[in-house]
């Protein structure tokens, strides 16, 4: 049987979960950029207001998506290291004995 390469590639649950909690943050975001700018505006605000949506959107996006690609990096290493710890480099666990 060949043997399985080490990828660095996160799990397809790590990253499904990343993007949702991207796209929550996004729309967090959104509705905060919104109601910051809709406390302030007086008469017709419906384009600061969609501005502050988005700035509010992309800036709470674009801190999460650091952040997750940040953690999915530390999981890689921190699995790449428990790896080369193991006896036998197949991360099977500990050889007994």
Known sequence: MPE???SA???PQARALA???I???GAAGAFIGYG???IQCDGDCATPNGI???LGGLFFAGGVAIVS???MRAMGEWRRIQAEKQPN???SGPSPG
């Open 4 to 6: 399985r390469r080490a």
């Open 36 to 38: 910051f700018v809709a």
């Open 52 to 54: 502050g949506a988005l």
């Open 69 to 71: 690609v940040v953690t």
């Open 19 to 21: 993007f949702v909690a």
């Open 23 to 25: 796209i929550v943050a």
């Open 89 to 91: 480099g197949n991360g």
């Open 9 to 11: 590639l996160p799990s």
